[in-house]
Structure formats: structure tokens, C-alpha cells
């Protein structure tokens, strides 16, 4: 159905769209973002006549940009694609981009140039349409609880919320989803998932990659800041977020953000650094940079209270995998023999993603023993990457996947600590050393807790 404008003649024809990528001749564009909207060009699920527009600084023709991707895209799906030279640091020569009814506009630049992107926005008069306009914004939003406030006090000035589309391309996940109806659509687990039957939860982002060739966004970035603030704490917050009244956008939020106001750092955090990190290109030779991160957070609220969420994120470890491992307590009175672990509740977000329910079953035989049985269901395979959502959720106005305002400073509130550097620090942020292909460094960390290593 299209939403219709009138004309002089009292005709009415479709409302035009475009999309506004900046940053068109960067990596990510070429890498993530016109291949996710081809996906869903091919799925038929981009808006009725959408004009997708490359903006940069760097002069190009629509065929040179096209050389700059670098992808098998056909003639169908190229002819919807325009290039479009202007400064997004000059509100004048923004005026000169195509116009359009609807229009979205996404911030593929650095992430010190948002705040005067949104600002040179608005004063080119592009975003005066709260229901018409929109701006998505890649990640990181700040650098810190500091800088983050900071932006989001000129993006209030200039944007209404519901314009504004903070990216965690984790939400985007079709598995990170399904923590929502995995939770929510059950009532075998809804019950169990508190503080009375839950003894821990234990949330893993490990890599066995260094930093590829991006070891100089890594050395002002460090754990906390790629992983921590934002995938993990968007993870937590969705394992332990009170049901929604609504499976809307707007409760969806309103529940993270509680969550995470009641949330803090315990007391058991260790940071890590690879044995070879230092000797990347452009990291300094004295760096403390943390490549690795684990640590206790709790939840001050009545679901959660004493229960500690467990997190390991870190580079250059013996398995890639993002995990959640939901510990139950063990039963008051053991009357079987054989019971060896606790049960226990794993959602693999990726790799080969899948939930398994490990519990206790009778061992066959003429005795009382039980073993541990496995219930698995494997996730389809076939699920879109992450921008191919938030591509789709954008265009269609939803704002289900994407990070509320609230959500960012509270996340940086969490992890202000661990930013600190220096001997002034309440919390150690100096890294141990760890030898690549290992947990971190576990004579430290091997005290946290007794870790379901991912395999």
C-alpha cells in the first residue's frame, strides 16, 4: 500500500523515498551496507522506488563508484543507485543532495564528525520532519560517559528521538532475537529465570583473530569499548530484561533501559592483553590496551538480586563464539548418583547457532545413575547478516533493533570505570599478559568463576 501525496489536480501518487549513505566510497559501505540493501533488493523488500544515494567528498560518476564496490550487482538493481559529490561538514553544499519525500540518511563517517553531521543536517534544512526523516548512527556513540553525553545533548537539539537509529549491528542478529522468543513464547522457561532457580549467567564475544589490520582503531578502542559497552551489555540486557507489555519498539526499550539502570560492576574484573599485541602496527610499545576483558555485573533489582552475570570477551582465544550460558542451581537434595554438572540453559549466537537444555536423565541400567542428556535445537543457518535487518527496520520505521538514548549512557555508566588510567583507578585496568590461543590470562581470570569454555 503506498501513503499517497496530493498533487494540484487532486491526483495523488506514491511518496518517493531515498536513502543517504555518507561515507559511500568507505569499507563498510562497500563491505556491508549495498550488499545488505542487494539482499533485500532480491528478496523484493526495499521500498517501492527507493533511491539509494552514495555522498562523499571524493568525486565520482555513478560508474566509478559503482568500480569502488567492487560487486557482481546487475543492472536492475544499480539503476535504483545514484552518486552524489558534497561535504557533509558544509550545510550549503548539503542543500544540493536529492530531494525526496522520505528520507534516510545514514553516517558511515568517523565517529568524531556525528555531532557536526547532525548538526549541518538540520541547518541544511534536510531533517525538519520528524515523520519523514531519519538519521542512522553507526557505532561507537561517545568514547566515554563524558563524550556520550555530550553528543547526545546536540543530537536532542537537533533530532527528535524517534529519528534517531543508533546501530549495535548484534540486534540486528536474527539469534540475538531469538533470546526475546526464546524467553517470552515459553512458559517451561519463564518460571525458572530468576534468582531462585538461577545461579549465574555467563555471557562469551570471543575471537581467535588479533586486530587485522585495525590495530589502530583498536589501540583508542580496546575491549571495553568495542565489546563490553555495546554487544555485551545489549546482550545481558536482553537475557535479562522484564517482559515487555507490548512487543513494540518503544516497551522493548523502556524495559532495556531499566534493566540496565539497576545494573553494575562487581568486584572481580581482570583485563588481558595478547603477548603479540604490542607488536602490531601502530600500537605503542608501552601500550595497556586490553585486548581482553572478563568480570562480574549485577542486576539491583528483585528478579536478579545476587545473581552475577559473568562476561569474556577478548582476541586471539582458543575458540570464536558468542555464547550465554544460563547456570541453574543445583537441586536441594541430590538422590541420584552420577550428577556431575549443574543444568544448564546455552544459547550459541554464532558460530552455527542453536539452544541447548542440558539436564539429568536416568543412565540405562539396574542402577540410579543419571547422565546428562542434551536437548538441542539448531538454528537455521540462512539468517540475514545484521545490517540486512537494520537496513529493513530503518526503511520501515521501526525502531525495535536499534539502541535508545538512555540505553548508551547507561551502558557507558556501567563501564566508566574501566576507562580510567593511571594508579588514581578504583578498579586495576592494566592488563596482565596472555599467551595467544589461551582463555586470557587465567591464573587471573580461572578466580571469576568456573567458566563453561565455549568449544
Keep these: 500500500m503506498y501513503t499517497m501525496t496530493q498533487t494540484n489536480t487532486m491526483e495523488t501518487e506514491p511518496l518517493t523515498k531515498s536513502l543517504v549513505i555518507f561515507g559511500a566510497t568507505g569499507d563498510l ?17 526495499l521500498p517501492k522506488g527507493l533511491k539509494i544515494v552514495g555522498a562523499s567528498r571524493t568525486q565520482h560518476t555513478l560508474e566509478s563508484w559503482l568500480e569502488v564496490l567492487d560487486g557482481e550487482y546487475g543492472d536492475d538493481f544499480t539503476e535504483n543507485l545514484q552518486y552524489h559529490p558534497c ?23 568517523p565517529p568524531e564528525r556525528y555531532g557536526d553531521a547532525i548538526i549541518n543536517l538540520k541547518n541544511a534544512g534536510l531533517v525538519e520532519d520528524p515523520d519523514r526523516t531519519r538519521v542512522i548512527i553507526e557505532k561507537p ?32 542478529k536474527d539469534t540475538v532475537n531469538n ?35 585495525r590495530s589502530q582503531y583498536y589501540e583508542t578502542a580496546g575491549a571495553v569499548r568495542d565489546m563490553l559497552q555495546n ?70 533489582n528483585w528478579r536478579w538480586r545476587d545473581v552475577p552475570f559473568y562476561f569474556m570477551t577478548g582476541k586471539k582465544m582458543p575458540y570464536q563464539c558468542v555464547e550465554v550460558v544460563v547456570k541453574l542451581k543445583k537441586p536441594p537434595l541430590n538422590l541420584f548418583d552420577g550428577h556431575q554438572y549443574q543444568d544448564r540453559i546455552v544459547m550459541r549466537i554464532q558460530p552455527d547457532p542453536h539452544l541447548d537444555i542440558r539436564i539429568d536423565m536416568k543412565s540405562p541400567g539396574l542402577n540410579d545413575k543419571v547422565e546428562t ?42 563501564v566508566d570505570d574501566l576507562l580510567c588510567t593511571g594508579d588514581h583507578c578504583r578498579v586495576r585496568t592494566v592488563p596482565y599478559l596472555y599467551h595467544e590461543g589461551t582463555w586470557g590470562p587465567y591464573h587471573k581470570t580461572d578466580f571469576i568463576t568456573d567458566w563453561d569454555y565455549p568449544s
Design 87 to 109: 561535504n557533509l561538514s558544509d550545510s550549503e553544499s548539503l542543500k544540493t543532495l536529492p530531494k525526496a519525500d522520505d528520507m534516510t540518511f545514514f553516517l558511515s563517517v
Design 231 to 300: 554487544h555485551i551489555l545489549q546482550v545481558l540486557a536482553l537475557i535479562a530484561m522484564e517482559p515487555p507489555c507490548k512487543n513494540t519498539a518503544k516497551e522493548i526499550r523502556r524495559e532495556k533501559v531499566k534493566v540496565l539502570s539497576a545494573a553494575r560492576l562487581g568486584e572481580k574484573y581482570i583485563a588481558g592483553q595478547y603477548d603479540s599485541y604490542r607488536d602490531e602496527p601502530g600500537v605503542d610499545q608501552n601500550s595497556t590496551t586490553p585486548t581482553n576483558v572478563s568480570g562480574d555485573i549485577y542486576i539491583d
Design 179 to 213: 533470546i526475546l522468543a526464546t524467553r517470552f513464547s515459553n512458559t517451561l522457561l519463564e518460571p525458572l529465570w530468576n534468582r531462585k532457580y538461577i545461579d549465574e549467567v555467563q555471557i562469551f564475544a570471543t575471537e581467535t583473530i588479533g586486530c587485522e589490520g
Design 29 to 45: 559501505c562497500r563491505r556491508k551496507l549495498i550488499p545488505a540493501l542487494h539482499a533485500l533488493y532480491c528478496k523484493n523488500l
Design 141 to 172: 556513540f561517545g568514547h566515554d560517559l563524558k563524550s556520550a553525553e555530550n553528543l547526545q545533548e546536540c543530537v536532542a537539539k537537533n533530532l527528535r528521538e524517534k529519528q534517531v537509529y543508533r546501530i549495535d549491528h548484534y540486534l540486528g
Design 373 to 414: 542428556a542434551t536437548l538441542t535445537h539448531n538454528y537455521s543457518k540462512n539468517a540475514f547478516d545484521g545490517y540486512v535487518k537494520l537496513f529493513y527496520d530503518a526503511l520501515n520505521e521501526d525502531q525495535s533493533h536499534f539502541v535508545h538514548s538512555e540505553e548508551v549512557l547507561e551502558s557507558w555508566r556501567i
